[in-house]
C-alpha cells in the first residue's frame, strides 16, 4: 500500500466498500489470514507500509494532547465557580447588572449581603428581647403601682375628714368642751394631711406610669428606626439629598392619604409617631401600583412580534453533517486497522 492509496481508500466510497467487504471476508473465511495482526486486531505493516507507522504514531500522539487538552478545559470548566443567585435586596432592574459580573464578584456581594441581613435579623431580634424585658419590667412595676393604687383608693374611701364645728362641743351654752374639740380638730387636720399626701402619690403614681410609657414608645420607635431606616434610604437614596427628601416624603405621605390612611396621622402633633418602616412600606406599595399600571399599558399596545428569519433551502442540516463526519471517521479507521470492528462501522454509517 503506497503513501497516495490510503488518502484515496479513505475518501473513494467504492474503495471503502470493497475494502470493509475484503475485512468480513477474510474474518468469516476458513482460509488463513494472509495478513499478521497485531494484539488489537489491526492489519501488521508491511515492508512497504513501513513509512505508514510514523505518522500514524504522530496522530495518536496528537489524538492524546487532544483528549488532554479537553480533559484540561473541562477541568478549567469545573474549577469556575458556579454563578450566584442575586441577593433579595437586588431590585429586578438590577438583574442584568447582576449576571454581567464575574462569579466570584457575585459570590463576594451575595456573601456581604447576607452577613448584613443577618446583622439586621441579630438587631432586630436583639430589639425584640430588649422590648420584651422591659414591657415585663414595666408590666410589673405598673402592677405594683396599680396595687397601691388601688389600697389609697380604699383608704380614701374609708377616710373623708370633716372639719369639726365648735358648737357640737357647747361653744355658747356655758358648757363648752374645748378640750374635746381640740383633739377632733387634731384628727380633722391629720386626717386631711393623710388624704393630700395619698392624692399627691396617686398623681405621682399615674405620671410615673405615663413616663415609663412614653419611654418605653420612644425606646420602640427608636429600635425601629435603626433597622428601618437604612433600609429605606438604601431603596430611596434621595432621602439623603436635602433638596430632593422633603418631595419624596411629600409623594409619599400624599399617596397613602389616597390609598385611605387619615390625614391626621401626618399632623405635626402624630408624625412622629410614623415610623421609617411605614413610610418604606407606603413606597413599596406606591412603586408596585406603578409598575402594574406600566404593565397594563404595555399589554394595551403589545409590540409586535419579531420576524421569523426565513429558511433557505438546500442548508445541509446539522443531522447530515454528523452522519458525514461520523463516515469519514469510520473510513480513516478502516483505512490505518484494517479491522473487523473498522469494516463493521463503515457498514453500519453506510447503510
Known amino acids: ?164 364645728d365648735p358648737r357640737a362641743y357647747g361653744a355658747g351654752t356655758g358648757n363648752y368642751n374645748r378640750e374635746a374639740y381640740d383633739l377632733a380638730m387634731l384628727e380633722f387636720e391629720q386626717q386631711s394631711t393623710l388624704v393630700t399626701q395619698l392624692r399627691q402619690q396617686q398623681q405621682a403614681i399615674a405620671a410615673q406610669q405615663e413616663e415609663e410609657t412614653a419611654r418605653a414608645y420612644q425606646a420602640e420607635i427608636a429600635a425601629i428606626e435603626e433597622v428601618a431606616r437604612p433600609r429605606f434610604v438604601a431603596d430611596v437614596p434621595e432621602l439623603t439629598d436635602p433638596a430632593k427628601a422633603p418631595q419624596v416624603l411629600s409623594d409619599i405621605v400624599q399617596y397613602a392619604i389616597e390609598a385611605g390612611i387619615p390625614s391626621s396621622v401626618f399632623e405635626a402633633d402624630s408624625l412622629s409617631a410614623v415610623t421609617s418602616a411605614e413610610l418604606h412600606i407606603a413606597w413599596k406599595a406606591r412603586e408596585y401600583d406603578r409598575i402594574k399600571s406600566a404593565q397594563g399599558k404595555v399589554r394595551e399596545n403589545p409590540a409586535p412580534k419579531p420576524a421569523q428569519p426565513a429558511v433557505k433551502p438546500g442548508v445541509t442540516i446539522p443531522r447530515s453533517a454528523t452522519k458525514a463526519t461520523a463516515m469519514r471517521k469510520a473510513s480513516e479507521r478502516l483505512a490505518s486497522e484494517g479491522s473487523i470492528e473498522a469494516g463493521a462501522a463503515v457498514w453500519k454509517n453506510f447503510l
Not at 79 to 107: H, N, R
Not at 141 to 164: G, H, M
Open 1 to 164: 500500500m503506497s503513501d497516495t492509496a490510503q488518502p484515496a481508500m479513505a475518501a473513494d466510497p467504492n474503495v471503502q466498500l470493497a475494502n470493509a467487504a475484503e475485512a468480513f471476508k477474510a474474518f468469516t473465511s476458513d482460509a488463513p489470514i494472509e495478513r499478521p495482526r497485531d494484539d488489537k486486531g489491526r492489519f501488521a505493516p508491511s515492508e512497504g507500509e513501513q513509512d505508514l507507522d510514523e505518522p500514524e504514531l504522530e496522530s495518536e500522539g496528537e489524538a492524546e494532547d487532544d483528549v488532554e487538552q479537553e480533559a484540561d478545559a473541562e477541568a478549567d470548566d469545573e474549577s469556575q465557580p458556579e454563578p450566584v443567585k442575586m441577593p433579595t435586596s437586588w431590585s429586578k432592574e438590577d438583574a442584568e447588572l447582576w449576571e454581567t459580573l464575574p462569579a466570584e464578584a457575585q459570590g463576594k456581594i451575595a456573601e456581604r449581603e447576607a452577613q448584613r441581613e443577618q446583622a439586621v435579623n441579630q438587631k432586630f431580634q436583639e430589639a425584640a428581647n430588649a422590648k420584651k424585658a422591659t414591657e415585663a419590667q414595666l408590666a410589673e412595676a405598673n402592677a405594683n403601682r396599680d396595687s397601691y393604687k388601688q389600697a389609697i383608693d380604699e383608704v380614701l374611701s374609708l377616710v373623708s375628714p370633716v372639719k369639726p
